[in-house]
């Protein structure tokens, strides 16, 4: 295990690492965390318990601390809840939810279109047609402006880089 992490880390990967174990060990976490691995969990674990470490590192990662990010009118958890929209909670089907966490994990950035791809579907074997996110993009933002008290539709384009989810007031600041 300490030789992958190692590996990992020289090779410049910045993803999360979570080590699962079978035993607790104090002196071999200690050394997992120090050699770069963000967490240790020992089992028995429970389904919930895991789902609450790995949002609470990718968050960390993004820079959030808190379990949600205020933008302008609208407030996006990252525990899986809805967003909130001018005091009202706007229902996002799972693919728009996976899209949206995304920008919001990385509010006020510019992101690129095969970056949120990348991170909705991975590697998986089902891949969808190019402009999937480009579709999700176009109902999210009809959601949200219809929820929004301004009419804002959060989620700019910037073109030939991406999208960003910003407030009104950063709309035009690209980053």
Same mark, same amino acid.
């Given at each position: 295990m300490?030789q992958?992490?190692?590996?990992?880390?020289?090779a410049?990967?910045?993803?999360?690492?979570?080590?699962?174990?079978?035993?607790?060990?104090?002196?071999?976490?200690?050394?997992? !965390?120090? #050699?770069?691995?963000?967490? *240790? @969990?020992?089992?028995?674990?429970?389904?919930?318990e %895991?789902?609450?470490?790995?949002?609470?590192?990718?968050?960390?990662?993004?820079?959030?601390?808190?379990?949600?990010?205020?933008?302008?009118?609208?407030?996006?958890f990252?525990?899986?809840?809805?967003?909130?929209?001018?005091?009202?909670?706007?229902?996002?089907s799972?693919r728009?939810?996976?899209v949206f966490?995304? !920008?919001? #994990?990385n509010?006020n950035? *510019? @992101?690129?279109?095969?970056?949120?791809?990348?991170? %909705?579907?991975?590697?998986?074997?089902?891949?969808?047609?190019?402009?999937?996110?480009?579709?999700?993009?176009?109902?999210?933002?009809?959601?949200?402006?219809?929820?929004?008290?301004?009419?804002?539709q959060?989620?700019?384009?910037?073109?030939?880089?991406?999208?960003?989810l910003s407030?009104?007031?950063q709309?035009?600041?690209v980053?």
């Amino acid at each position: 295990m300490r030789q992958h992490i190692r590996a990992l880390r020289s090779a410049g990967c910045e993803n999360p690492i979570i080590v699962f174990r079978d035993f607790r060990n104090a002196q071999d976490t200690s050394e997992l !965390l120090n #050699l770069g691995a963000d967490d *240790v @969990i020992v089992s028995p674990i429970r389904g919930t318990e %895991v789902l609450s470490r790995t949002n609470s590192i990718i968050r960390r990662f993004h820079g959030h601390a808190a379990d949600s990010v205020v933008v302008g009118e609208l407030t996006a958890f990252f525990d899986g809840r809805d967003p909130i929209v001018s005091g009202s909670r706007i229902k996002l089907s799972k693919r728009e939810h996976s899209v949206f966490q995304h !920008l919001a #994990l990385n509010s006020n950035k *510019v @992101i690129s279109k095969d970056a949120i791809y990348d991170a %909705v579907y991975g590697a998986s074997i089902d891949q969808p047609f190019d402009k999937v996110i480009d579709v999700y993009i176009c109902k999210l933002r009809k959601k949200i402006a219809m929820a929004a008290d301004s009419g804002w539709q959060y989620i700019e384009t910037v073109h030939g880089r991406g999208y960003k989810l910003s407030s009104p007031e950063q709309m035009s600041q690209v980053i």
